[in-house]
């Protein structure tokens, strides 16, 4: 089919796209898919022959290349192969997934655990088979994609509340009929702002109007509370989220995404979630590296310390030059810029200068707060931070947006 022989909504949407990259490109501002060569230490990487300080990454504790973590993936390949050549249900399920699941609901405290090949399609199917037509869906206004379409999946009644605003979601709630299911969903830590849910106040609200809570730990894992179990412990909280949901592709280096819970639900989606009955079961190879994250960020617990430090050192840093890091608590640091074209001028001259950021725009943010979506972790050392927040502050003073 000739692309271009029809008008219809469907090619105009491809042309309108095609125009907008073609114009990022005639600029020199298109940094997207750019291929790393070779990852170094230090979290650094060679990108088109140059060295590079890598700012974008979510190795959070840097575990990415960890010798264990290798060596358990080795293992993996050597006794299973490269495949499962089948689904969880039928001939896919070995011995490492079932053992992952057994990590993941140790280092979650919960009963059971389930994993899917990633975590977008976790959440896409643990929402959607949950909920359904004449159910009810609370979820944060900037919450991941993934969760949005998990929601327009599902067929439930949509709502959305205002960022991180307690008042708007109990409106929302009260206002739903008393005897329909109901789901309230948000991420842990937002994976634009970096700020981190109210966790006490949902929760309560969660109780008080009788809805599950389902809390999405993408950037939180290894991130948040003291020993890098996720946001409850960050809250003390205990066990108080009905659906824990993780991806394994951010500090777990691998790829994939679970969820954690009462051995019920665990059990209802292993029997009645599509994304485990019709795709095939996570590579032995990822299994095993996941498995084995799991356990390094337990007995190496100075990678979280040195996260936190560097965390600090960065959010103050950019802070006290004057830049606009909104709310964020976390290694996601955003810098605002405001308009694409700012976004992508910043980029530009930080990569220039060898320091690897990306620009995040619209519709990803909304219009108006485009920024760098800078991040740390506890690969980098001090001074490279040092050098990288110069470097950042000398291209923003050059297009005045900080003195
Ligand atoms: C990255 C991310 C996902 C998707 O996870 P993948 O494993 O990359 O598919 C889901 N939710 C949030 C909040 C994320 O940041």
């Known amino acids: 089919m000739?692309?271009?022989?029809?008008?219809?909504?469907?090619?105009?949407?491809?042309?309108?796209l095609k125009q907008r990259v073609d114009e990022i490109k005639k600029h020199d501002f298109y940094?997207?898919?750019?291929?790393?060569?070779?990852?170094?230490p230090d979290s650094k990487?060679?990108?088109n022959g140059r060295v590079m300080?890598?700012?974008?990454?979510?190795?959070?504790?840097?575990?990415v290349g960890h010798p264990r973590i290798n060596e358990a993936a080795k293992r993996a390949v050597d006794k299973f192969g490269t495949g499962t050549n089948g689904v969880r249900t039928l001939a896919g399920t070995l011995t490492i997934h079932n053992e992952l699941e057994e990590t993941i609901s140790n280092f979650k405290h919960t009963?059971?655990?389930?994993?899917y090949t990633s975590g977008y399609v976790t959440n896409l199917t643990t929402?959607?088979?949950?909920?359904?037509?004449?159910?009810?869906?609370?979820?944060?206004?900037?919450?991941?994609?993934?969760?949005?379409d998990g929601c327009l999946m599902s067929g439930a009644e949509f709502r959305r509340f205002r960022h991180n605003d307690m008042e708007h979601l109990e409106g929302l709630l009260k206002n739903a009929p008393a005897e329909v299911s109901k789901l309230v969903i948000a991420d842990s830590v937002f994976s634009?702002?970096?700020?981190?849910?109210?966790?006490?106040?949902?929760?309560?609200?969660s109780k008080k109007y009788n809805a599950w809570l389902m809390i999405d730990e993408a950037h939180s894992v290894g991130v948040l509370g003291k020993t890098g179990t996720g946001i409850e412990e960050h809250f003390g909280m205990g066990d108080v989220i009905d659906i824990k949901m993780g991806t394994l592709s951010k500090t777990i280096p691998s790829v994939g995404g679970y969820v954690a819970g009462k051995k019920e639900l665990i059990d209802f989606l292993r029997h009645g979630s599509r994304a485990y009955i019709f795709s095939a079961a996570l590579p032995p190879a990822q299994a095993a590296a996941a498995n084995e994250a799991f356990k390094v960020i337990l007995d190496e617990p100075e990678r979280l310390d040195r996260l936190n430090a560097n965390t600090q050192q960065f959010i103050g840093g950019l802070k006290s030059m004057g830049f606009d890091t909104l709310l964020t608590e976390t290694a996601i640091v955003p810098v605002l810029c405001g308009t694409d074209e700012k976004a992508f001028e910043l980029t530009k001259r930080c990569q220039e200068q060898d320091v690897f950021v990306l620009p995040v725009v619209s519709p990803a943010v909304q219009e108006g707060l485009s920024r760098l979506r800078a991040t740390v972790t506890a690969a980098h050392n001090p001074a490279?931070?040092?050098h990288a927040m110069d470097v950042i502050y000398q291209a923003g003073k050059a297009m005045g947006m900080v003195k």
């Open 2 to 16: 000739d692309f271009h022989s029809v008008d219809n909504n469907s090619t105009r949407r491809i042309a309108a």
């Open 53 to 63: 300080g890598m700012y974008a990454s979510y190795s959070y504790l840097g575990l």
């Open 384 to 386: 490279d931070i040092e």
């Open 45 to 47: 990487v060679r990108v």
């Open 31 to 40: 940094f997207y898919n750019q291929a790393v060569e070779e990852m170094l």
């Open 192 to 205: 634009m702002d970096g700020d981190i849910i109210d966790l006490p106040k949902i929760v309560e609200l």
């Open 127 to 148: 929402i959607s088979s949950l909920m359904g037509r004449g159910d009810y869906v609370f979820s944060d206004k900037i919450n991941h994609a993934s969760i949005v």
């Open 111 to 115: 009963e059971s655990a389930i994993t």
